[in-house]
C-alpha cells in the first residue's frame, strides 16, 4: 500500500515534443507529491509538486495532472528539450518529509 | 544555490567490515535524511532525524545501521558489518523544517560498493 508505481521505465521523445510520465498510488494518507529529476552521478533534484486539493499545477514546460479519484498523477513536459534527458521519479509523502516514497524512475532521452 | 556535500563519492569495503558515509547538510537546516539507491532501483527512504534523534526509520534500517550528528555541521550514516546487499548509492538529504512547503534537498550521493 506504500508503493507508487511510475510508468514508462523508458521513454524516448524527440526534441519539441511532449513527454508524459504516470504514476499511481495506494495509500489514501498521501497529501504531497513530488517529482524529482535526477542527472546521473547527481542526486534527485526537486523538480515540481502538487498537493491533492488542486487538480493541475504548472511551472514553465513541466506540468502536473493530479486525479485524486482515481489516484493518479502524471508529469508532462512540454517542448521537450535534450537537456530534459533525465530520470525521473514520481514519489509522495503524508505529513511532510519524513518519508518520501519514490516511484521505480523513468528515464528520458530527448533527441535532437 | 547551498549543497548537501558528501563524501566519499566512492566507497569500497570488504564485507563484514564498518563503513561510516559521511554529509554536510545545509547549514540552517533542522532535519536531516539518508536515503538509499540500489543500481537501477526506486530510491528508498532510511532514516530520518531531528533535534538529535531519529524521528523515523524504515524496515531497511536495521540494528547494523547507526546515525550520528557529532558536531554541529556533520551527519554520518554507520554500518558496522556491510554485507554485499548493502552496496547502493547512499543519498544524503536535508530540509529547513518539516512539512509540504518545506522543500528537501538531496546530496549527489556516495557509492558504496561491498566485496
Known amino acids: 500500500q506504500q508503493q507508487v508505481k511510475q510508468s514508462p521505465q523508458s521513454l524516448i521523445v524527440q526534441k519539441g515534443g511532449i513527454s508524459i510520465i504516470n504514476c499511481a498510488y495506494e495509500n489514501t494518507a498521501f497529501d504531497y507529491f513530488p517529482w524529482y529529476q535526477q542527472f546521473p552521478g547527481k542526486g534527485p533534484a526537486l523538480l515540481i509538486a502538487i498537493r491533492p486539493d488542486v487538480s493541475e499545477k504548472k511551472e514553465g514546460r513541466f506540468t502536473i495532472s493530479f486525479n485524486k479519484s482515481a489516484k493518479q498523477f502524471s508529469l508532462h513536459i512540454m517542448d521537450s528539450q535534450p537537456g530534459d534527458s533525465a530520470t525521473y521519479f514520481c514519489?509522495?509523502?503524508?505529513?511532510?518529509?519524513?518519508?518520501?516514497?519514490f516511484g521505480t524512475g523513468t528515464k528520458l532521452q530527448v533527441i535532437p | 544555490e547551498p549543497e548537501v556535500t558528501q563524501t566519499p563519492s566512492h566507497q569500497v569495503t570488504q564485507m563484514g567490515q564498518e563503513v561510516i558515509l559521511r554529509c554536510v547538510p545545509i547549514?540552517?537546516?533542522?532535519?536531516f535524511y539518508w536515503y538509499r539507491q540500489i543500481l537501477g532501483q526506486k530510491v528508498e527512504f532510511l532514516v530520518s532525524?531531528?533535534?538529535?534523534?531519529?524521528?523515523?526509520k524504515s524496515e531497511i534500517f536495521d540494528d547494523q545501521f547507526s546515525v550520528e550528528r557529532p558536531d554541529g555541521s556533520n551527519f554520518t550514516l554507520k554500518i558496522r558489518s556491510t554485507k554485499l546487499e548493502d552496496s547502493a548509492m547512499y543519498f544524503c538529504a536535508s530540509s529547513p523544517g518539516l512539512g509540504t512547503n518545506e522543500k528537501l534537498f538531496f546530496g549527489s550521493g556516495t557509492q558504496l560498493s561491498v566485496l
Open positions: 532525524f531531528y533535534n538529535n534523534e531519529i524521528s523515523e
Open positions: 547549514s540552517n537546516h533542522l532535519y
Open positions: 514519489a509522495a509523502s503524508s505529513g511532510g518529509y519524513q518519508k518520501v516514497t
